[in-house]
């Protein structure tokens, strides 16, 4: 996926990563390991929580797993989010609220580890890992080991 | 009004306890004794029930004249009826107070006809201002026994030994409402372990016992007959006791909600629970049981303070004290005395009716034993009943009550004053 | 059913652990370009102030726009609290134009709790005569936090007027709950009649204290006091209680000095003492918005907001 990313974007200039809290915040430092490792640049790497910007308050409450921390500016540059699971869109939409809060970047992508189907936004990821077909039932979990599916704790 | 027969309870008086039927006529009971005639009369069910002399409320607020929006002579008549009691004595700090013939004779007037007798105490000062002496004997002719400040107490103590050394030879008896103001000043609830924890400023104790040591000495030194009213701290049991045991002619009163209530109840911060004497601790509540199961407290006396619903609904701190308490004494002396310490159920019924009637000099009429010839004032009550309060259901205009939805042990059946039924199955006749 | 914020003693460790991991999120927030998130959107905050507080009531109505909440002031300073209406009348007023949350200060102990019973709002008690003020017990905790990591096992004295002071009594909630261990000092006159069940120790002696605590936390020294005979002289009571230039100069440079503000400079307080680097008085009213928006978000994060934006999700 590293490669990817390189040539869509035809290098790492101007380029950052935001990993959504949890599953993405990992998943982007490994990214910008290997993007550096291939092109031997440093990337800026950028933390984000989105419990703010949810649009299912009121269904459940929603802690943020940790503070956001974006240390950079992200005004003209292409920002790459990166998350585990993409599932409804839901979450994605909140980031991209929160983005123009930071800045107005040149443009945003989506770099997802799993796509697991049932959007329910028009959200499209520009680079997947896996496209696993899932039931809406079903848990999606994304660890260092791989990927594995359960059933929602009722 | 035909014969009326109270048939098939217990009939329990100060002279003891038998099974018997109750028959009124006229007024008057007319036979007691076991499976009595109901041709042509009106039978009241008296099953599992206990037939007693009715109630006799030494400490009642009526408002009228001044708070009618609060209760009047008749609504408060009404629900002392509900509660039991045949006869009830009012309390003189009325707008304006009750200090002149014209005003004790207007609340006279007004009570006649009433659901219960009402009868009126008077002030002891003009205005209950602390300041001059009431006509005490021009109002004792009246038919007035009782003088009382209530709402305050006689802070000038040489005022007071003036009240009681002119007081003592008309027969008649000096309450006071016991309370050192500048010990109290600006207090809104007991002063102890709940008022700082909420930061409520408190009275303490000593407010209270400070007055009646001041009148336990007053009343050695002028002779006076004098009554506490609303105790409500160990201290002031032992003070009672003690001036008894010196052989000093001192009564006292408690109301049902010190029995059973202490300040824990504030914590809500509903000015329902706001009351003068506050609600105190669990300590003083203990006291006050022993003081009437051995005898230092005389009589349970309701200090039923009506107030009207928006004042109950002010901030703690702005609202004005008082509770409901005609309605429920029975249940609440019950529920603390019989259910919670074990005691006869005639010790309630003494200090409900017998022993006030007596300090109230209403003993011709209420409260005596319920034998042929005497006035039919009685009321007939299940000891057992468990209700819960509503504080919906209630025949006085005002809904503060400090029991609602709470379980009390003891109902109120029926209540007949001069032999006429004004209370059926708890429901007033009229 | 509705969340209020009553009383410190209505929050576990686990609720106040929540509250201080949001405000972590809401301090970041404030660090923005744009100090504002949609989290509250729709919802609608109503200030009650029966007390005249423009600080704390703006602290709150910052907090709450920077949710993107709408806000209500009902205040006595602005007159728009009328002479005569009760409460009752007032808050069922407020509650029929559709309302998610309000911050109530009044003089009297009690009032957020009645109010509490007349509206189905979430209730945030702002202030309550000298018994509660659990926002300012909350914002103490936390900025006690960010310089100590954890209150636990640390010794903080209170010096003051705790007798009528709401803070005092939630503070001495809120540092307990946390683990610490609190000492009052004040004189006689000024401690509460009864410290039964209070989980603190007493002391009159300021200096022999100073030397044993990791923050010392001033209570103003109100004027009124003097009238009350409850201090002989403010001068008397600053030799004996006051923070003074010397006893500040003693302490040692961790030592947090704190204040909930306003301060009688000179009497509690020096003046030059405020501007030490270890007093964290101005970092408590900063933490104050980010403290805020926790509690708003806390409460109104769970159940449907009163007036439903689009008609559904």
């Known amino acids: 996926m590293a490669h990817e990313i390189i040539e869509r974007n035809q290098g790492v200039d101007d380029l950052a990563l935001i990993g959504l809290q949890t599953g993405g915040v990992p998943l982007a430092d490994q990214f910008a390991d290997a993007l550096t490792q291939i092109d031997g640049s440093d990337l800026p790497v950028g933390s984000l929580d989105v419990a703010f910007y949810r649009d299912d308050i009121g269904l459940r409450p929603v802690l943020p797993e940790a503070v956001t921390d974006i240390p950079f500016d992200l005004t003209g540059r292409t920002v790459v989010l990166v998350d585990d699971v993409l599932f409804t869109g839901r979450t994605i939409r909140a980031a991209l609220d929160a983005l123009t809060d930071y800045g107005r970047p040149r443009a945003v992508q989506l770099a997802v580890m799993v796509d697991r189907g049932h959007r329910e936004l028009p959200i499209r990821p520009d680079y997947v890992g896996k496209n696993l077909p899932t039931r809406r039932d079903e848990v999606v979990n994304v660890g260092p080991d791989g990927v594995d599916l359960g059933e929602t704790v009722k | ?430 | 059913m509705t969340r209020h914020l009553l009383s410190i003693d209505d929050l576990s460790l686990d609720d106040l652990d929540e509250l201080f991991r949001l405000t972590d999120g809401f301090v970041e927030v404030g660090r923005r370009r744009i100090p504002k998130v949609p989290a509250l959107k729709g919802r609608t905050v109503v200030s009650l102030f029966y007390e005249d507080s423009t600080r704390t009531r703006l602290s709150f109505e910052t907090a709450a726009k920077r949710l993107t909440a709408d806000t209500m002031t009902f205040s006595v300073s602005t007159s728009s609290v009328k002479k005569g209406e009760s409460v009752r009348d007032t808050v069922e007023t407020i509650e029929a134009m559709g309302i998610d949350a309000i911050v109530v200060r009044h003089a009297s102990a009690g009032v957020p709790w009645q109010v509490a019973q007349w509206s189905s709002a979430s209730v945030i008690n702002g202030g309550d005569g000298w018994h509660g003020h659990p926002t300012q017990a909350l914002l103490d905790s936390y900025t006690i936090r960010t310089h100590l990591g954890s209150l636990e096992g640390h010794h903080i004295a209170i010096v003051g007027d705790i007798k009528h002071s709401r803070v005092a009594r939630s503070d001495v909630a809120a540092f307990t709950k946390l683990g610490a261990r609190v000492t009052l000092v004040a004189p006689g006159t000024l401690l509460p009649p009864s410290l039964e069940g209070w989980p603190v120790e007493v002391s009159h002696d300021l200096d022999a204290v100073l030397d044993e605590v990791d923050v010392v936390y001033l209570l103003r020294m109100q004027q009124e006091r003097m009238t009350e005979a409850l201090v002989p002289s403010l001068e008397e009571y600053t030799v004996g209680y006051g923070l003074t230039r010397d006893r500040a100069a003693r302490l040692g440079d961790h030592v947090l000095i704190m204040h909930p503000g306003p301060m009688n400079r000179g009497v509690e307080i020096a003046a030059e003492v405020t501007d030490l680097p270890n007093a964290v008085i101005l970092e408590q009213v900063a933490n104050g918005v980010p403290v805020r928006m926790a509690v708003l978000f806390w409460l109104l994060g769970v159940g449907p907001p009163a007036v439903d934006p689009e008609g559904g999700e």
């Open chain 2, 1 to 430: 009004m035909a014969r009326l027969v109270i048939r098939g309870g217990q009939v329990v008086d100060a002279s003891g306890t038998r099974r018997a039927d109750v028959a009124i006529d006229d007024g008057l009971v007319v036979e007691v004794g076991p499976s009595l005639d109901t041709d042509g009369a009106t039978v009241l069910d008296a099953e599992d029930c206990v037939v007693t002399p009715g109630f006799v409320d030494l400490h009642t607020h009526l408002r009228e004249p001044g708070r009618e929006e609060a209760e009047t002579v008749v609504t408060g008549a009404r629900a002392a009826a509900r509660g039991g009691y045949t006869a009830v004595v009012a309390m003189p700090n009325t707008e304006p107070t009750i200090d002149s013939v014209a005003v004790v004779s207007f609340v006279l007037a007004a009570g006649r006809g009433a659901c219960c007798d009402v009868h009126t105490a008077a002030a002891i000062t003009v205005g209950r201002a602390g300041e001059q002496l009431t006509p005490m004997a021009e109002l004792a002719a009246l038919g007035v026994r009782i003088f009382t400040d209530d709402g305050c107490g006689v802070q000038h103590d040489g005022l007071m030994r003036r009240a009681m050394e002119y007081s003592a030879p008309l027969g008649v008896i000096l309450a006071q409402h016991c309370e050192v103001e500048q010990l109290s000043h600006g207090g809104h609830m007991h002063e102890g372990e709940w008022s700082s924890r909420l930061g409520i400023p408190g009275i303490p104790a000593e407010a209270e016992e400070l007055m009646i040591a001041r009148d336990v000495a007053l009343a050695r030194l002028t002779g006076a007959r004098s009554h506490v009213m609303h105790l409500s701290t160990a201290g002031a049991v032992e003070l009672v006791r003690a001036a008894k045991a010196d052989g000093l002619p001192v009564t006292a009163e408690v109301t049902p909600h010190h029995l059973l209530l202490t300040h824990a109840e504030v914590a809500a911060f509903d000015p329902v629970f706001k009351v003068n004497p506050p609600l105190r601790t669990a300590e003083d509540v203990a006291a006050l049981r022993a003081g009437l199961i051995d005898g230092t407290i005389d009589a349970i006396a309701t200090d039923h303070a009506p107030h009207a619903q928006e004042l109950k609904e002010l901030p703690f701190d702005e609202a004005p004290c008082g509770m409901l308490g005609l309605e429920t004494a029975f249940g609440v002396a019950v529920t603390a005395l019989v259910v919670e310490e074990g005691q006869p159920l005639e010790l309630v019924l003494g200090a409900l009716s017998w022993r006030p009637a007596a300090i109230a000099g209403l003993e011709a009429t209420h409260g005596g034993p319920v034998e042929v010839g005497r006035a039919a004032n009685l009321t007939v009550i299940d000891p057992s009943a468990t209700w819960m309060v509503d504080a919906t259901d209630a025949a006085s205009k005002s809904r503060n009550t400090p029991f609602a939805g709470r379980t009390l042990t003891g109902r109120v059946r029926h209540t007949i004053l001069a032999g006429e039924p004004v209370v059926i199955d708890g429901r007033t006749q009229r």
